[in-house]
């Protein structure tokens, strides 16, 4: 069992395609942990931008709530079309592209490639930077950290769907237990109490004074970093296909399952968050804690199960880069198909998976880790612009496909994408506004230029279609037998077995050698040669030998090579190169290179009608 | 004029290598940089040692300069002989090889190798030392100055034996001419003034009373450093090809030269530094001053003379490295002609030299510098055992020569050789015994196993010859025309035109193809393919198809072929692979790097039946 089996596991055949598609239960933290997760930091983004307005702010946090509810259910009514529509995945990308044109469709996959890639560097950033604010002896080691949960996660994705699906599952149906038992523990005190509960562990008291007063633009701010809540959101349309059969209902199933928990964790929250009047704390103080810890300390205590709560709560932060995994291979794929990309990243790799897609998630999101030294805090706010972006050309293009495919109920259908288009249209330039300086320009730069670049694969891809179209009677003047040509620097075994194989084939072959002093190819020509030849009644070869007077040998012979292919404009010129293959690497500073660098030159000088024969010899020695 | 043009000059042809060669004048920088920069810094060592002794050590200078000069008299003798009988060059390695054996032969080139290594990177290190503890603020320049003198030294050397004589030689007799001037004027005040001279600048007076009384130990340590003064004694020895014709009489005139230049050096230096009273200063120490430096204040005064013969000494050290340039690629060229090296080092570059050695010899020393940053007075003790050692077995050797060789004057030849066998012979003890502790044991540790790997370079190459060795019929029982394989993955311009190309000379193709989903080669392979081929009136080609249940197309073409191969024992499988050249290396990753692969596995397999013919395609897009 090799090391590949070990970690990867044994090759899967493309016939046991079906048995690793998965269902709702795996497909809800394959595709929902990036979604879920936002429960744990979407509120207290908003909390956090609304710090100004001390206690009063934490009275906003109903409304905004609210607000970032309704626009999920907008968003989620078209995802939910879109997977009926779009079975073959590709969500975004897919919708935008059949329906707005190209240029949208790959906008979109830009926006969500970006994502993805800043998703993984920073949920496992923010899930390492939870683990060592609660163990600062840690804090050292914060990069080494981020990349130990990569790798975990990028063999846990190459290992295939099923595996990832099955390994996930623990920590977040832990995660969402122990978050809906706090909602429903918190809204029972809640009710009994008659909206005003008794903490168990009182949160720190609010500044009671307001530092800035109320404003619309504050609100927005608030609103849009809360929309971060948001993203993830279209990972099911992306990856239909993982699912079994009936894929379309089995992937709206686990959709609407993580969006109805979504929901329910958003709202009890910020009803949650008011009835105990929980203000964020400064992050980055001391005595800063988190929202979700406040909230449940005070309904809980600081029991068993708070921590077994903080404890799932950090290791999703952790993981919900896994959505990541799951979707960016896939969409890279889908786009990959379509020549925008790569074709390699269509290519299913041992496990059935795009390993292709998360090998270079990996590598990039690494690279980033390691650029910021496992603290992503700067890349924050080019964050969710993308997802939104996504959202809004998903809608509109949803909105052209209802104008396309008129019939039953598509008029409301068309309404509810046309209303999320406008929403989440407003969300993007409020969420660009709002973090346009901190580093969301990046993102506005960054994704014209992937466009560029999608767009001029694709326009090679097709160049190259249209060079090696097969020809209509690509036999007609069918040409003449090869000229053969055999450098031979000494007469050899070698040799021998390069003219021996020429024989078999070709009535002209030339030897070519470079000229040396006291020639024994030349001397002995008749006997080493000449004599067997006519014995075995085979064409007699030609000796060519080249004058070198500055001691070059390969380029003589490319020389010579080249005015043999011009003065003979309908042959194909073959030439043999005899390549020795050392037994040891060690061996390679004992021999010449130049089989390899004559091929190496023959080829630089892209003369189509020149070929290469290897025969190799092998050195027992 | 390209780079290389500007840097090393235009290509040199073969023919005009007599015109390259050189006489005496250019002979003494070349060969004799080494030798003569050792006036700079022999007495200095012996008397450096002698610091102990007081005032009094500075009377055992002449003495022990009387037995160094002795020693020199009769290493000029053996070698003066050793050019006449061996004027193909080698020197050391030769003579012990041919009359000693083949191990003593290369225990001598082995000792040589390291002591030209080792002797590039001590003499740039010293010249730069003496710069820096000139000009102090240069301190931490110090690596960067080594690296540069090397670069410069490679560069001057690859340029040809001609041009390295001529940049030589102005530094060269500046050195010698001011040295001899500084020795001809003491000896005249001496003289004048009956062997009590008044010194212009008075040296530092020595520590009046001894520290150490005086033993033989002592003074035979001092006469070990002392003899560091020999090295590169051998240099013209390895070289005789290097000088024009009569070869011999123009390399002997050359080691005449140098050799009387040394004693005239080594004796007026001894005489004076006794008669000024000039005793060594501490080194490493405040009011550190060089020997050289007190003598030449002392006999001219600290004028504009002193000031250039400084320089010029200064030069000279950093020069004294270019003997090894010279004859380490000359000394690598004749092992590999006897095939103990890799047979590249003999092959001449543009410029007529040895260029391998040349960057070899400059890449070990950059390796040193870099390693001891610049300052290797650690790797002092390592140097002049390899030279004593080669001296040793040269004229060990040459007493084997004269007793082959009886004639005129040949016992006395064979005395001089055995009393300088002996004598050198001692010496390598002393100096081993010396400075075994400090890093000799380096060397001894490094000469055996140098002469192990050339023993097994050569042991490979005979292995080779036998192997490669020509067979005397190598036609009988001709094989039959080659199977020709042409994987096949669309039908494209591609893959026509490398069935184009297989029809024009074998009979027997087969398209091998793997399985995909609605295969369009198979479902019309008969318009695509067969009826073609049919009006053609060409061999029909075979279609194989291979199942690949886990997504693997190359290993299903590999097992293919090697199948072949295993069921046709006596026919050649020519597998014809397309090679995509991109136009742009950016490229590289839109394609897949399949007939790369393939190539390179089925070279791994390594059957001697399977030939690889490449058939490129170049994309214009």
Redesign the interface.
Known sequence: MSLTDVLIGR?????EDQEQRIGPSRGIPIFGLDALSSAAYGPEAALTILLPLGAAGVGYIVPLSGAIVALLVIVYFSYRQTIAAYPQGGGSYTVARQNLGERFGLLAGAALMIDYILNVAVGISAGVGALVSAVPSLQPYTLAFCLAILTILTIVNLRGLREAGAIFMAPTYLFVGTLLIVVAWGALETFLSGGHPHPMVPPPRAAGHAEAAVGVWLLLKAFASGCTALTGVEAVSNGVQAFREPVVKNARATLTAIIAILIVLLAGIAGLVRAYGIAATPPGEGGYQSVLSMLTAAVAGRSVFYGIAMASVLVVLCLSANTSFADFPRLCRVIALDEYL???FA??G?RLVFSEGIWVLAILAAGLLILFGGVTDRLIPLFAVGAFLAFTLSQAGMVGHWRKNPGRGARQSMLVNGLGAVATGITVLVVLAAKFLEGAWVVVLLMPLMLLVMVA?HR??R??Y??????E????G?????IVVIPVAQ???????A???A????TDVRLVHVECEDDPLVRDWES?VAA??R??K?PMPKLVTIPS???TVIHNIVEHVLELERENPYR?I?VIVS?L?EKHWY?Y????QRAELL?ALL?VK?E?R????????????
């Open positions: 090759p899967l055949a493309s016939s790569p074709r390699s290519h299913r041992r694969i090679h891809y160049r190259v249209q060079e090696t179209r097969p020809i009677h690509f036999l007609h069918h040409p003449r037998e090869p007469w050899t075994a070698i040799a021998q077995k003219l021996r194989f024989l078999t084939f070709a080493l067997q030849v014995e075995a085979l007077p500055y001691r194909t073959a390549n293959v061996h500073f004992l021999h010449n091929t080829l892209g189509p020149i070929t290469i024969v290897n025969v190799p010899w092998f050195l027992k020695a």
